[in-house]
């Protein structure tokens, strides 16, 4: 995976990784649960085809952040845009919207009555107005791709967790979105799956899909991050591509996070 790791290092701050042009631009985030000030001051331009990786400890604002893409949470002030767009509040054009963008969560959130064939295709038919036919081709090409085509006829609990995720994957892939975004999505699982759900997401990164990863991964971060960034207290502490970041980390809040995570 080739993308701001090789070559000469940029600096921690204003990095750009030329992929292409802006898709998910967000703007002075603010976000406030009553008295509680989540996100600070956010300012994050994700290019399409860039692979951004969101790290920091517990409470940082990561999973807020990731969900605010697609207004799963509402912001307080600010902006975010999608492929120059912003985000409507509610209605046709929120919905409209949260189809170019995939997410998949820590659960799964599987449809436990339907077959996992019809949990691929029940977001292209209802609303994508896909024929039943041509959505039943592309999830199959899809499982095939996450490795559970096999799998189609079985209800999720049937499924590994494992094996569920990647069924996850796949249903927010059908919607063919211009970016994936993900939410601790290895979290839930034993340390035996978690391999398989973190190879079918390089496998999408080295295919050019632009994500936005919240995670505890590093081996992750290390091998297909095009960009990591840092949050502590709701703010962006430090972005760095991976190999900078890794070894040589500027602020003392990452240094303390990393050196935590190696002696750990």
């Known amino acids: 995976m080739t993308g701001s790791a090789d070559g000469a290092a940029p600096p921690t701050s204003n990095i750009s990784v030329r992929r292409g042009d802006p898709l998910v631009v967000i703007e002075h985030v603010q976000k406030h649960y009553g008295d509680f000030h989540a996100l600070k001051d956010i300012d ?21 952040l990731c969900r605010t893409i697609n207004r799963l949470e509402t912001i307080t002030s600010g902006t975010i845009r999608i492929d120059g767009k912003e985000l409507p509040k509610e209605g046709k054009g929120l919905a409209a919207l949260r189809a170019d963008v995939g997410m998949v969560f820590q659960s799964f959130n599987l449809f436990s009555h339907l077959t996992i064939l019809e949990n691929v ?13 041509e959505a039943e081709t592309l999830a199959r090409q899809l499982l095939d791709r996450v490795g559970v085509g096999h799998q189609a006829e079985k209800l999720p609990a049937q499924l590994s967790g494992g094996q569920q995720q990647r069924v996850a994957i796949a249903r927010a892939l059908a919607m063919k979105p211009k970016v994936m975004l993900f939410d601790e999505p290895t979290s839930a699982l034993d ?6 759900v973190l190879d079918v997401m390089v496998g999408l990164a080295q295919d050019g899909m632009t994500m936005i990863v919240v995670t505890h991964e590093m081996g992750f971060a290390r091998k297909a991050a095009d960009r990591v960034v840092f949050m502590a207290d709701g703010e962006i502490v430090e972005e760095a591509a991976p190999d900078q970041f890794f070894t040589n980390a500027q602020s003392d809040r990452a240094k303390d996070f990393l050196s935590k995570l190696i002696t750990h």
Do not use: F, H
Not at 44 to 64: A, D, F, M
Not at 121 to 133: A, N, R, S
Not at 191 to 196: F, K, Q, T, V
């Open 191 to 196: 340390p035996e799956m978690i391999n398989e």
């Open 121 to 133: 295709t029940l977001g292209p038919i209802k609303v994508k107005g896909m024929k039943k036919g």
């Open 44 to 64: 994050l331009t994700v290019n399409r085809g860039e692979v951004v990786v969101v790290i920091g400890p517990s409470g940082s604002g990561k999973s807020t």
